[in-house]
C-alpha cells in the first residue's frame, strides 16, 4: 500500500490520481470514501458527530483496506497513534508544502472544517502536524511551485529506490 499524508490542501488528492494512473493500481480518497459511506459531507459529519467521530471513521477505513492501493489520506489522519501504526504497514509519502502554499490554496475553501478564518490558529495546527508527518513519513516529497506531473514522478522515483 502508498499512503499518502500531508496537510489538507497538499495535493494528495490529485497526486493519488496522478500516480494511479501511472502504476495502473486503484486509489483512494479517504474523505470521499467516508463521505460515500456515511452519506453525508465531512462538514456535515463534524457538525452533526463531532471530529472523534469522524477520526474513528477513518481507522475504521485505514483497517478495512487491502493492498494494492493507493491511499489519499486525510490531513489528520496521522493524528491516532492507532493509525500511526496501520500507516508504517506501507510506503508512507508526506506531501510537504509550506503554511503559504496550503493558505493560499484553501483561502477561499469552505468545505474543511478545520480550516478558519483565523490565520494563526490555522499555522498553529499545520505547525502541530509537521513533525508526525515527518515522523511517519519513508519519502518526503516537496510540492511547492510544482506541477501535478513532476511530484507524481518524484514519488515514482522514490519507490523505484
Same mark, same amino acid.
Given at each position: 500500500?502508498?499512503?499518502?499524508? @500531508? ?66 489520506? @486525510? ?14 504497514? @506501507? ?71
Amino acid at each position: 500500500m502508498i499512503f499518502l499524508i @500531508g496537510y489538507m490542501g497538499s495535493g494528495k488528492s490529485t497526486v493519488a490520481s496522478e500516480l494511479s494512473d501511472k502504476l495502473n493500481i486503484p486509489y483512494i480518497e479517504m474523505d470521499e470514501t467516508i463521505e460515500q459511506q456515511q452519506e453525508m459531507s465531512i462538514p456535515q459529519i463534524f457538525n452533526k458527530y463531532g471530529e472523534a467521530y469522524f477520526r474513528k471513521l477513518e481507522t475504521d477505513l485505514l483497517k478495512s483496506l487491502q493492498a494494492p492501493v493507493i491511499v489519499s489520506t @486525510g490531513g489528520g489522519v496521522i493524528l491516532a497513534p492507532e493509525n500511526q501504526e496501520l500507516l508504517k504497514k @506501507g510506503t508512507v509519502i508526506f506531501l510537504d508544502a509550506s503554511f503559504e502554499t496550503i493558505d493560499g490554496r484553501l483561502s477561499n475553501d469552505q468545505a474543511r472544517p478545520l480550516w478558519t478564518n483565523n490565520r494563526e490558529e490555522n499555522r498553529q495546527r499545520y505547525e502541530k502536524r509537521l513533525p508526525v508527518y515527518r515522523s511517519l513519513a519513508s519519502h518526503v516529497i516537496q510540492v511547492d511551485h510544482k506541477e501535478t506531473p513532476v511530484i507524481a514522478n518524484e514519488v515514482l522515483n522514490c519507490l523505484k529506490s
